[in-house]
């Protein structure tokens, strides 16, 4: 039992207010809601070790391969805000780093605080700005590209 109670609500919801435009993009994001929301209620229903930490390992994985198509698309299309995007991709990186170090220390009250409050907030913020000034860029490339 990891001691945090139920009564911790999950903050990963997308909605389509969240959309940058590009479906590639959209669809990973809601993925990556899922994810997290998947990992939040498993430890707050006490699923087990193992499945908490299979999942972390997945999302791990999968936030640094949407990470890699985002910073592909600005490299290859000369983002001008390249440098600020990566920043908070790596701010990012190093949350999860520490959410799986908590995890591993058995720190499940900080661990929902991380997911539920840091990690949520900074993954809407971060969708909500970032990644939609990212999506217009990428729409206007594109469309421009298909005139």
Same mark, same amino acid.
């Given at each position: ?30 993925? !990556?809601?899922?994810? *997290? @929301?998947?990992?939040? =209620?498993?430890?707050?229903? %006490? ?5 908490? $930490? ?44 520490? !959410?799986?170090?908590? *995890? @591993?220390?058995?720190? =499940?009250?900080?661990?929902? %605080? ?5 990690? $949520? ?27």
């Amino acid at each position: 039992m990891y001691g945090t109670g139920k009564d911790v609500q999950c903050m990963f919801k997308w909605t389509p207010s969240l959309s940058v435009g590009v479906d590639v993009i959209d669809l990973q994001h809601q993925e !990556l809601f899922m994810l *997290f @929301e998947g990992i939040s =209620m498993d430890i707050q229903e %006490y699923k087990g070790q193992e499945r908490v $930490s299979k999942a972390l390992a997945f999302l791990d994985d999968y936030v640094r391969k949407h990470f890699s198509l985002e910073e592909k698309y600005m490299r290859v299309l000369k983002y001008p805000d390249y440098d600020s995007h990566m920043s908070e991709h790596k701010e990012f990186i190093e949350n999860l780093g520490a !959410l799986r170090e908590h *995890f @591993e220390k058995g720190d =499940m009250s900080t661990l929902i %605080y991380e997911i539920t409050g840091v990690i $949520s907030h900074w993954l809407v913020r971060h969708v909500a700005n970032t990644d939609k000034a990212l999506g217009s860029f990428l729409k206007d490339k594109m469309d421009n590209y298909y005139e």
